[in-house]
């Protein structure tokens, strides 16, 4: 069952902020959200996860709603170099090995 | 920086032979992971590893079987290549579990059988 819901793709212009949204509306308590992307012909790479509060680090923000049902990625100026297949993935906290990886979004940035 | 490497990019077997598909991580991680990625079905779990000589199956391990008998090598064996094996393979590895869990990923092996 999917416990996440991305759209499957989204276009944005170079320069401008993409901004990638993810539903998770059955998350529970002890569950973080995390985000991954894959650039074509390469392996998955983390970006950024958080469980409640707002998230920022040197590739992107992670803004996460307060009923924490769902969650918006940002790429504050896109490149070229991000369109990539964007991965929400919800997981439990300590002790959880497995990330289930969904469809994803097709991120292209378009110049 | 954190470096998974995986043996071979691209690899072509016959149907019947044992193929070996190796993983080296050099950060020292626990735990190291194999998955198989298919269009339209996404990333799967095959088998992971959270210490040397320990494995857990994951959601798919049916025909695989692996291989961890030092910290930094994670090795995956196809007992008997089948065509419906024939996949993008990729191999993670991550710190003792925690609440950031960053999994690192390899560049994966697209393997072919015919």
């Known amino acids: 069952d999917a416990k996440t819901t991305q759209p499957t793709s989204m276009d944005c212009a170079e320069g401008r902020a993409a901004n990638l949204p993810c539903n998770h509306s059955t998350i529970s308590g002890n569950e973080y959200v995390y985000w991954y992307r894959q650039i074509h012909s390469q392996g998955p790479q983390y970006i950024i996860h958080?469980?409640?509060n707002n998230e920022t680090n040197e590739m992107a923000s992670l803004i996460i709603t307060e009923d924490r049902k769902s969650s918006t990625l940002i790429l504050p100026h896109a490149t070229l170099r991000d369109t990539a297949v964007y991965y929400c993935i919800v997981k439990p906290g300590a002790g959880s090995y497995q990330l289930t990886f969904g469809k994803g979004t097709k991120l292209s940035v378009i110049p | 920086d954190v470096k998974v490497t995986q043996s071979s990019r691209y690899l072509v077997k016959r149907t019947g032979e044992k193929v070996f598909l190796e993983c080296v991580q050099d950060m020292d991680h626990e735990n190291m992971f194999w998955y198989r990625q298919d269009p339209g079905l996404g990333l799967r779990l095959i088998y992971f590893s959270y210490d040397v000589k320990m494995k857990e199956k994951g959601d798919i391990p049916e025909g695989y079987s692996v291989s961890r008998e030092k910290k930094e090598r994670f090795s995956l064996i196809l007992e008997s290549a089948s065509t419906n094996q024939t996949s993008m393979y990729l191999c993670?590895?991550?710190?003792?579990?925690?609440?950031?869990?960053?999994?690192?990923f390899g560049p994966g092996t697209r393997l072919t059988v015919t």
């Open positions: 958080g469980l409640k």
């Open positions: 993670a590895s991550s710190s003792s579990p925690g609440t950031r869990d960053e999994q690192y």
